[in-house]
Nanobody, 129 residues
Framework: QVQLVESGGGLVQPGGSLRLSCAAK????????IGWFRQAPGKEREGVSC????????YYADSVKGRFTISRDNAKNTVYLQMNSLKHEDTAVYSC??????????????????????WGQGTQVTVSS
């Protein structure tokens, strides 16, 4: 079982930046995909961005393309989500999730389907002036 610990959330003004971290414990992530998901009150969970640790392939939701960047530090077993040009509508609880990369599934498909089994506790991101 993968244990995931998120950090880096907080309050930021519109146009500001935050970097979220997802540290994995218990396994080495070499064969995993890591996803960042968010859920705002009254809305469905959305796959924001996902990455395959092994080959680095990524997926971004249209709502964050060009503003968010997902990256990995294999030595630290950690995945980051750099969020720039934040907007009010980015306010949500952000959670990271891990799953072994599924045969015949792209990282995009895994992200869109939320095909992840291990989840972190979530971190609040609030964009407000």
């Amino acid at each position: 079982q993968v244990q995931l610990v998120e950090s880096g959330g907080g309050l930021v003004q519109p146009g500001g930046s935050l970097r979220l971290s997802c540290a994995a414990k218990g396994v080495t992530l070499d064969y995993y995909a890591i996803g960042w998901f968010r859920q705002a009150p009254g809305k469905e969970r959305e796959g924001v961005s996902c990455i395959s640790i092994r080959d680095g392939s990524t997926y971004y939701a249209d709502s964050v393309k060009g503003r968010f960047t997902i990256s990995r530090d294999n030595a630290k077993n950690t995945v980051y989500l750099q969020m720039n040009s934040l907007k009010h509508e980015d306010t949500a609880v952000y959670s990271c999730a891990a799953e072994l990369v599924l045969l015949d599934y792209t990282v995009q498909a895994m992200c869109v389907m939320s095909a992840f089994d291990s989840w972190g506790q979530g971190t609040q991101v609030t964009v407000s002036s």
